[in-house]
């Protein structure tokens, strides 16, 4: 441990609460150099919905790799550009009825997002941006703009501009953000700059597992479409499938403008991010937008792979709304068995969770997991809510083991809590 003492920079984090080496890592396992196994329950904040080293994702990797395939090509063609794509217009967006095209960014989520708000505002001329309260959209200065986490805020040691926030849906009892949102649009005097696009995840992940209603969804398309208002949707922890279907927003029925999208897209874990946008949207000169790492062709073989072995049929959705099930039996069951501390199953699919009483007793809750063998993390203003993010390809046994870990973990502090009430 000491080299990262020594040499790694204190801004990280998930080592600070998992504080061990891992050396392998397979499903929803990870292990350390001396055997110590743990179920992971964090699965890279969602970008390895398919497990650790999938075993097809690996052999069309290495296949690939092996046949001295182009490993990086900045934005140049190549097969396996072309296979990715041909699989997303023939398993995704076709099936889905949605025309979209592909723009290749930097490797991570906020460089999809800082794309997209580039672009909405390149093509309405406008600058503003409308976001929401507990958003979280990347911590590069305009998707940060966009994140109300004060924490990250904090980090930017410059003004954050641009943004006009307004309440997320059940932000507060008696807030409705979006009534707010139309009576600002509609009043000369309200001082609110038209937005260039709206950004919203419909699913908040690191705001701690906030769902928004498909009505909700719904009543916001619609103010945008009627002011002429882009609409991007974040996907970027929230699709792949995460939520139930592949992209969040599917149970809503709307069809957004733009989506980003990036963490499980890549299929392996390999860095990868898009955003998927309407063909009439793309008013984009050549190399306006780029990036050095905009063509990672590691990332495009093991996304194809992934799409055409999980996304060809039904059955994918089916096994992520079984687990769903599964963990959502047990969240229920210690919200009756422990009322002073819990208050709320929170999230939809496999991005679920539990919101404690307070932060201290969701870290309490995590910290006992990992001692009993679990990678799991909290999510929320407070870090309060405990986050179930295991892959989505793990099995009934594999998630009953973690959940019977998070149940041990409860009783744990349970008992705790009535032996200092005593």
Known sequence: MDIFKKQESNVRSYSNSFPVVFQSAKGCWLETGE???YLDFLAGAGSLNYGHNNPQLKEALVDYISQDGITHGLDMHSEAKANFLTALTNHILKPRELDYKVQFT???GTNAVEAALKLARKVTGRT????????FHGCTAGALAATGNKHHRGGAGTPLNGITRIPYENYADGVDGLVFFETMLNDNSAGMDKPAA?????VQGEGGLNVASNEWLQKL???CRQNDILLIVDDIQAGCGRT????SFEPSGI???MVTLSKSIGGYGLPMAIVLLKPELDKWQPGEHNGT???NNHAFVTAAKAIEIYWSTPLFEQHISERSQQVSQVINKVLHRFPSLFSQSKGRGLMIGIECSNGEIATQIARRCFERGMIIETAGPNDEVVKFFCPLTITETELENGLNIFEAAVEDIAQQTIKKAS
């Not at 709206?198 to 419909?202: A, D, M, N, S």
């Not at 139930?244 to 992209?247: E, Q, S, V």
Request: glycine share 16%; proline share 6%.
């Open 35 to 37: 055997g110590k196994r």
């Open 106 to 108: 930097g490797p991570t």
């Open 128 to 135: 503003n941006i409308v976001a929401f309260t507990n958003g």
């Open 198 to 202: 709206v950004l919203v995840e419909t």
């Open 221 to 223: 398309s619609k103010i």
């Open 244 to 247: 139930g279907t592949f992209f």
């Open 255 to 257: 069809v957004p403008d």
């Open 293 to 295: 790492f905009r063509g």
